[in-house]
């Protein structure tokens, strides 16, 4: 038993986490999916105030840019919670040892990635080459909370929505709605980059299966999309 794996014990034996039941939803719950499918619209195209491809970026679109996602993102928080989707934010919900255990995961499925996108003389991915090319015109600190918040809601819009609100009496069907969903979300244009978002939609939604727990899925996909930034701005 490793370090991550002791502390998460005596973290469980302290605050056990409730078991998860699924909520009563009704069609008019289930529509109001619409209302957070434009907050995360919103969110995204945002980044257009403070985007300029000569590099001269202004102080006061930066600001406006923060306000307008922070807004967004308290009020996707506040849907997920008036229909009782996740739980209230609470550290116990952050397992280390779970987080580090879906990270390598990730982590695993990218190198398999990799390999075959080297075996069949695939670059990168249409997807990727979108996200690089938006973040030559954006700054750093933008270009970063753009990539990493995808994680907050993709994470709300394909796991969270599909097992708890759209599918919750189907979990069956949800399970392979969240999984392609998130990989054809990601524009998969060959075998490549399908089964690199194949994998990795299969990671998460093996997550959520197993957990139930937004809160962990949300910080393997900011992980891993932190790691992909690190990685970009080195290679810059």
């Not at 679109?61 to 229909?83: D, E, M, T």
């Not at 690089?132 to 796991?159: C, H, N, Q, Y």
Request: glycine share 6%.
């Amino acid at each position: 038993m490793d370090y991550f794996e002791k502390t998460e014990l005596e973290v469980t034996k302290k605050t056990p986490l409730p078991p998860h039941k699924a909520s009563k939803q009704t069609w008019v719950s289930r529509l109001s999916i619409l209302w957070l499918l434009i907050l995360w619209q919103v969110s995204q195209n945002a980044v257009i105030i403070p985007m300029n491809k000569h590099g001269q970026f202004s102080l006061w679109k930066i600001g406006l840019f923060l306000i307008i996602f922070a807004i967004c993102v308290i009020l996707s928080y506040q849907w997920a919670r008036k229909y009782h989707l996740i739980p209230a934010i609470q550290w116990r919900y952050f397992q280390f040892g779970k987080i580090a255990m879906g990270f390598g995961l990730m982590f695993a499925v990218a190198l398999i990635s990799g390999l075959i996108m080297h075996l069949t003389g695939t670059k990168s991915t249409a997807n990727q080459d979108v996200v690089d090319a938006i973040g030559k015109m954006l700054p750093p600190v933008i270009f970063f909370i753009m990539t990493t918040s995808a994680g907050f809601f993709e994470e709300l819009i394909f796991r969270v929505s599909s097992f708890e609100l759209i599918f919750n009496k189907w979990p069956k069907i949800a399970a392979l709605f969240a999984w392609g969903l998130f990989t054809l979300a990601h524009n998969p244009t060959n075998i490549a980059s399908f089964v690199t978002y194949g994998l990795m939609s299969l990671v998460l939604t093996g997550l959520y299966i197993k957990y139930r727990n937004f809160y962990l899925n949300l910080s393997v996909h900011f992980l891993w999309n932190a790691f992909g930034m690190i990685v970009f701005f080195m290679a810059k």
